[in-house]
């Protein structure tokens, strides 16, 4: 069994930072690719951020140059640090992850975490 929880969300006024954490356990053999995901109200679930295991990295245009995302393969951990946040950032922040295991190859998801900026 595997698990994926993210942490790190909250409130932040417009031009601050946020640095959320998405933690991976259970029986992994290896993760291939990490990625955070977002979904606004009344939206479609995006892609904002991914990165492999060999470190690869890519971005949602609307966050290129604002985020920036990591990994520590030895810990299964993956980190978004955002700055320059702005109103529309606001979003539930999902992390996936693709997972190798005994059986095969599987995508999990986290619960979410709520980011919002707002003054």
């Known amino acids: 069994q595997v698990h994926v929880v993210e942490s790190g969300g909250g409130l932040v006024q417009p031009g601050g930072s946020l640095r959320l954490s998405c933690a991976a356990s259970g029986s992994i053999f290896s993760i291939y690719a990490m990625g955070w995901y977002r979904q606004a109200p009344g939206k479609q679930r995006e892609l904002v951020a991914s990165i492999t295991s060999g470190g690869s990295t890519n971005y949602a245009d609307s966050v290129k140059g604002r985020f920036t995302i990591s990994r520590d393969n030895a810990k299964n951990t993956m980190y978004l640090q955002m700055n320059s946040l702005k109103p529309e950032d606001t979003a539930v922040y999902y992390c996936?992850?693709?997972?190798?295991?005994?059986?095969?190859?599987?995508?999990?998801w986290g619960q979410g975490t709520q980011v919002t900026v707002s003054s």
């Open positions: 996936n992850a693709t997972v190798i295991i005994a059986d095969g190859v599987y995508d999990y």
